[in-house]
């Protein structure tokens, strides 16, 4: 067992208080390999922005379990070298969380925040397991994400065909019971690349989230399937040999919006997977006799990299928070 505090890493309390009072939303980009880690610090250093990097439950299966831990930390050393030894606040987050067994794993091994998403299961059957991860996990500082509503969408092995929206009477109740540190709500937004057809007007229910923050005043709020599907991303993807159907996201200004807001975490996993698809497609069609990985991965990591960092100036507003979390961390 490894405490993630031996890793350099942070729980997401103290930069969630500051998330709150400054109105900004800390990133929380997912990852399954070196390149994309790489882009994620490399954008949050330059941004002087704090960040979560999220693994899903798919995402271990597929990097390995012990792999993730070292990757995890590497991830700190490697923002310390990038800021002169200052170091930026780094949480290693567990996304999706399926059950209790996954969530000690990971606690287990180094995360310092995880999420039990119970929301398939019956209300007080979502209470009964968060509950029990929360007890678990705040035995090691460990913060925890619950989950209350259901996302339409498809995200690894998290699927639904519909929304089910958030009921803002319940919030007060489950935060009361379970323990968690913060809630992630179901208002529209949803998990995946093709979360709406063109002609759709995605709207996210900013009503519902007014009425939950005003139940639960200064409670850090999470929205998952937040990534808005750039266009010029799938364009590049679609004239280089792609065939993907047309879709479109979550409008960023609606994000920025949720930001401003109790909103202090938000999940951009498909803008990532697009962003470096459209590069490398891009590159096989300009150089099809090249064949070496660090050819086509370069401009990949680049464009992730220019991509984040845009997102932490223009959506998140996370950029320049960095020193006063590690100061508040008494780092
Ligand atoms: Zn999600």
Redesign the pocket.
């Known amino acids: 067992m490894v405490n993630y505090k031996d890793l350099g890493l942070v729980n997401t309390k103290a930069m969630f208080a500051k998330a709150i009072t400054g109105g900004f939303a800390v990133p929380a980009y997912n990852f399954n390999n070196m390149e994309q880690l790489q882009a994620i610090v490399m954008a949050c250093a330059e941004t002087q922005s704090p960040v979560i990097l999220q693994v899903s439950a798919g995402a271990r299966k597929y990097a390995n379990a012990t792999i993730l831990r070292y990757l995890g930390q590497a991830a700190v050393e490697y923002a310390k070298e990038l800021t002169g030894g200052k170091g930026l606040p780094i949480t290693l987050h567990l ?2 969380g399926p059950d209790f067994d996954t969530c000690k794993s990971c606690v287990e091994y180094g995360f310092s925040s995880v999420m039990i998403d119970g929301s398939h299961h019956p209300y007080e059957k979502n209470i009964e397991e968060t509950k029990k991860v929360v007890e678990y996990a705040h035995k090691y500082n460990v913060t925890v994400e619950g989950e209350l509503g259901v ?1 339409a969408g498809v ?1 690894d092995d ?1 699927k639904a065909e519909t929304h089910t929206y958030t009921q803002p009477e319940e919030v007060v109740d489950f935060v009361g019971k379970t323990g968690v540190d913060s809630l ?1 709500i179901s208002i529209g937004t949803s ?1 995946g690349a093709f979360k709406f057809k063109p002609g759709q007007t995605p709207k996210i229910r900013l009503d519902i989230l007014d009425e939950i923050v005003k139940k639960l005043p200064g409670f850090p709020i999470v929205l ?2 937040s990534s808005s599907v750039p266009q010029e991303y799938v364009k590049i993807i679609n004239e280089n040999g792609g065939k993907l159907q047309d879709a479109i996201g979550i409008g960023e200004d609606q994000l920025r919006l949720a930001a401003k807001s109790a909103v202090c975490k938000i ?1 951009i996993d498909s803008d990532g997977r697009l962003a470096m698809t459209a590069a490398i497609r891009k590159y096989f069609n300009d150089h099809p006799d090249h064949f070496d990985p660090r050819q086509y991965l370069t401009p990949a990591r680049e464009e992730l990299k220019k991509m984040y960092a845009r997102k932490n100036r223009e959506v998140l507003g996370s950029d320049g928070h960095a020193p006063e979390i590690l100061a508040a961390e008494g780092k």
């Open positions: 996304d999706h996302l995200e998290v992630a998990h998952h399937g999940n």
